[in-house]
């Protein structure tokens, strides 16, 4: 499937390989580079890349370009255990017959075990560069570059296996208008074509770009593109034709008024098209209904700055605009009530989106060492849709102000303070949803400091945020929420020597969350989350002529617990309880790293943690509905050892030499 979006890539660069082969391998030899990464993502949850890319020049006139991928996931639950295998080889072979003319061939191959699919193509390049003479003035820079491609293609899915013929053609230009102009116009044609069995994959391009500088002041750019690519797959009975065509512009414009203002515009316009069409396997299949949608989008963005020394002042506005309107063709020769019927319905997904931005930041240096920085935005977003069946008609608001000051102390002491305000409002326009109505106060508070005299670093950070859910019905008010989140991260840091550190990380963040009387301004609580990540370590680096090397060894302590309440079953009646949930993950850490100056890095750690989850709890008075538990279930604990480790090697196994 993604075997001519490839084609596509590579196209520009090895166009350039096959018209100016000179200038992209000029004076190299070989290359050859491996990048492989391996990790422990969960407690049976394993992932591998590895990526292996190369370029070696097997004669003064011909180059050679490969690369090999690996991309995958093991999980060993489950009978048989879950495999996400993805594999990827390219190969370009390219010779030079003279300045202007070369010629290639390109091999690739896909697969996927997850999908069960496999793509692979071969196809021979024609490659031609000339220059451009324009008729009104001598132009020895204008360049046109021609590659011509075709061969054979092959794609395996869905238990069937399909092998037919790949061709396209790419056309880059770079023009100067006169002999004045410093910027060309840059223009690429591209297109590819595959028939494969029944399916045909097809993908077209068109663009042209081209900036101006109009004056000292002001500089402008403009960008022409269409896009169209047509996929086929196979689904139950039918081959499903997905087409996809897109027309768009954009318009940049920068005006610089002097050293301290400038103004900055772009604008963008593009018109996207989606059909799905489906045609029978058989006569005996049933037939699909063909759908598509028209869409219109529209983002612009104005943005004016001054800079001065004592203040600097931004203010942005951005609109965007995006509507959609779907159509159906009659493929399946329905009465006209019914068309109509079917329409109709397919109608009721028509929508319109239009949001309007403002941002603003304001930023005072009253002395060197110090700033107070002013920030606010206000955003408003409008969903409208047409039918009357679509009841997804909001409107969705949010305000935001942000005050931060920085100040820099003499004895390498740095602080912060950040205090910031949003307010958020969520309206359903029509009934139907309007219980889902609520607005959201949010409160920032987030104080820092940073201390760094000599060989000892202290650095400290909190962040508390608090909100305030209140749904807008009276028959809602149960569903109101108070949430508070204090996190906090403290880190020391002592160099004894410059190839000794020690290190002391930790991280705390509690989130409660509760029942909110908001008439009232009263909380109940529901649930509350304690996280403590305490990371300590020793790190001792040394170096040489080859390169230099680094060795942590260290001790991590992470635990998180969950308090709520629950019932406990005994023998005669339920019991309101306190619960407790506590999950302990501890283990000693070691890390090492190894750079050399030929191209080799290693990066290794181990964590060997050891998981321990069990229960705490106190009994309280009366009796709860909800989550139950029996006194057995609470005294199950649970204790396992994972190791989990993460090895990331890159290795410049060959490097360019130049001549």
Do not use: C
């Not at 070696?56 to 995958?72: E, K, M």
Request: charge should be positive.
């Amino acid at each position: 499937m993604l075997l001519f979006w490839l084609a596509g890539a590579l196209a520009p660069s090895a166009a350039a390989q096959a018209v100016a082969p000179e200038t992209t391998a000029a004076g190299s030899d070989s290359l050859l580079l491996l990048s492989f990464r391996t990790r422990r993502v969960g407690i049976s949850t394993y992932s591998q890349q590895t990526d292996l890319r190369g370029r070696a020049r097997l004669t003064p006139r011909q180059q050679l370009d490969y690369r090999l991928l690996s991309d995958w996931i093991y999980d060993e639950r489950g009978e048989p255990p879950f495999v996400r295998e993805d594999y990827g080889a390219n190969l370009l072979h390219t010779v030079a017959l003279n300045p202007r003319w070369q010629v290639g061939q390109l091999l690739h191959y896909e697969q996927s075990r997850t999908n069960a699919t496999r793509t692979g193509a071969w196809l021979a390049r024609l490659g031609y560069e000339h220059r451009l003479r324009l008729a009104q003035v001598l132009d020895t820079l204008s360049t046109a570059r021609y590659v011509l491609f075709g061969g054979g293609a092959y794609d395996a899915r869905n238990g069937r296996r399909d092998a037919g013929p790949s061709y396209g053609l790419e056309v880059t230009t770079l023009i100067y208008p006169s002999r004045q102009a410093r910027q060309p116009v840059a223009v690429r044609l591209f297109g590819t074509r595959s028939q494969l069995g029944p399916r045909i994959w097809q993908r077209t391009l068109a663009e042209g770009y081209y900036e101006r500088t109009l004056d000292e002041y002001s500089s402008g750019s403009l960008r022409l593109g269409y896009r169209s690519n047509r996929a086929e797959d196979y689904v139950p009975g039918n081959v499903q034709r997905i087409q996809s065509d897109t027309i768009s512009t954009q318009l940049s414009w920068l005006y610089q008024l002097g050293d301290k203002v400038s103004f900055r515009s772009d604008n963008l316009l593009a018109l996207p098209r989606r059909a799905f069409g489906y045609r029978q396997l058989s006569a005996e299949s049933d037939t699909v209904q063909n759908l598509g949608y028209r869409q219109q989008e529209l983002d612009t963005r104005q943005e004016v700055r001054v800079q001065g020394k004592k203040l600097q002042f931004m203010l942005l506005f951005n609109y965007r605009e995006r509507n959609r309107n779907y159509s159906l063709d009659n493929n399946r020769n329905l009465s006209e009530s019914r068309f109509r019927a079917a329409t109709e319905r397919e109608q009721i997904k028509d929508i319109s989106e239009k949001t309007t931005l403002w941002q603003s930041e304001l930023t005072w240096l009253p002395v060197a060492r110090h700033s107070l920085t002013l920030l606010g935005s206000a955003q408003l977003l409008r969903v409208d849709t047409p039918s009357k069946d679509n009841t997804q008609d909001r409107d969705e608001a949010q305000h935001s102000l942000r005050l931060v000051w920085v100040g820099r102390w003499a004895g390498a002491f740095r602080t912060s303070l950040a205090a910031g305000a949003e307010y958020r409002q969520f309206v359903f326009i029509r009934a139907a949803l309007s219980a889902e109505n609520y607005t959201d106060r949010l409160l920032h508070w987030e104080p820092s400091f940073t201390w760094a005299p000599g060989h000892f670093t202290l650095k400290s950070t909190y962040h508390l945020w608090v909100s305030y859910q209140v749904r807008d019905r009276l028959s809602e008010q149960l569903k109101n929420r108070a949430s508070r989140v204090l996190e906090q991260q403290q880190h020391l840091g002592y160099q004894f020597t410059p190839r000794l550190l020690a290190s002391l990380d930790y991280v705390r963040r509690e989130n409660r969350i509760g029942l909110l009387n908001w008439p009232e301004f009263k909380e109940s609580p529901l649930d509350t989350t304690i996280t403590h990540d305490l990371a300590a370590g020793l790190r001792h680096s040394w170096s040489g002529v080859r390169g230099a090397s680094s060795l942590r060894l260290g001790y991590r302590f992470l635990e998180q617990r969950t308090h709520g309440r629950a019932a406990l079953i005994g023998p005669s009646a339920t019991t309101l309880i306190f619960l407790r949930s506590l999950t302990r993950q501890q283990g000693p850490d070691v890390a090492y790293e190894r750079r050399t100056t030929t191209g080799f890095t290693l990066v290794a750690s181990l964590w060997l943690q050891q998981l321990r989850t069990f229960y705490r709890y106190s009994e309280g008075q009366g009796t709860y509905v909800g989550t139950s538990y029996t006194p057995e279930d609470l005294q199950r604990e649970t204790k396992n050892l994972y190791p989990y480790f993460e090895v990331a090697l890159n290795w410049r196994l060959r490097g360019l030499r130049r001549s």
